[in-house]
T-cell receptor, first 112, second 116 residues
């Protein structure tokens, strides 16, 4: 059983559409991160959220950390083909900062 | 501008063979870790180290050994490879993680291992 559940697992959309990816858990996290991974490469950090209710924006990407620090979402506005990739959420349970747990990922394909 | 360097990038082994995946970082990071990535499973932590001479087990440590003799290097050893160890392996490093701040990882490009 995954500590962090991501949905959807696969998402294929047309350029210009909006989308939301979810990361959910029954555990409370001291921090949560989002990474993006392209084929043949390692994941690259997009954002870190540490405060319940926190919202961070990175150009067309909006990240939100749930009030109870058990869930997070990633919203992309007007998706572009360059957004294509595997999006991974990762969290550290309080007292276990050394063991970062990853979700199973959302494979996003943005069609031109 | 190297960051985290992993070698080899690709490797094919026969069941029972041994090998070492190399990982080196040049950012003076205290924390280093190994993950494996399998389809639909995300990344799972194998072993990690918070400094030279200190290692600990992650979620899936069986069949793997590690050591940390220097700050820069963190090799992963497979003593007797099994087909279940076919995967993509990622090494990652960070400054010493604490609950006061997030453990932000810098990843290598990965090593794809196939065990026949």
């Amino acid at each position: 059983t995954q500590l962090l559940e991501q949905s959807p697992q696969f998402l294929s959309i047309q350029e210009g559409e909006n989308l939301t990816v979810y990361c959910n858990s029954s555990s409370v996290f001291s921090s949560l991160q989002w990474y993006r991974q392209e084929p043949g490469e390692g994941p690259v950090l997009l954002v870190t959220v540490v405060t319940g209710g926190e919202v961070k924006k990175l150009k067309r990407l909006t990240f939100q950390f749930g009030d109870a620090r058990k869930d997070s979402s990633l919203h992309i506005t007007a998706a572009q083909p360059g957004d294509t990739g595997l999006y991974l959420c990762a969290g550290a349970v309080s007292g276990s900062a050394r063991q970062l747990t990853f979700g199973s990922g959302t494979q996003l394909t943005v069609l031109p | 501008n190297a960051g985290v360097t992993q070698t080899p990038k690709f490797q094919v082994l026969k069941t029972g063979q041994s090998m070492t995946l190399q990982c080196a970082q040049d950012m003076n990071h205290e924390y280093m870790s190994w993950y494996r990535q399998d389809p639909g499973m995300g990344l799972r932590l194998i072993h990690y180290s918070v400094g030279a001479g200190i290692t600990d087990q992650g979620e899936v440590p069986n069949g793997y050994n590690v050591s940390r003799s220097t700050t820069e290097d963190f090799p992963l050893r497979l003593l007797s490879a099994a087909p279940s160890q076919t995967s993509v392996y990622f090494c990652a490093s960070s400054r010493t993680p604490s609950d006061a701040g997030a453990n932000v990882l810098t990843f290598g490009a990965g090593s794809r291992l196939t065990v026949l």
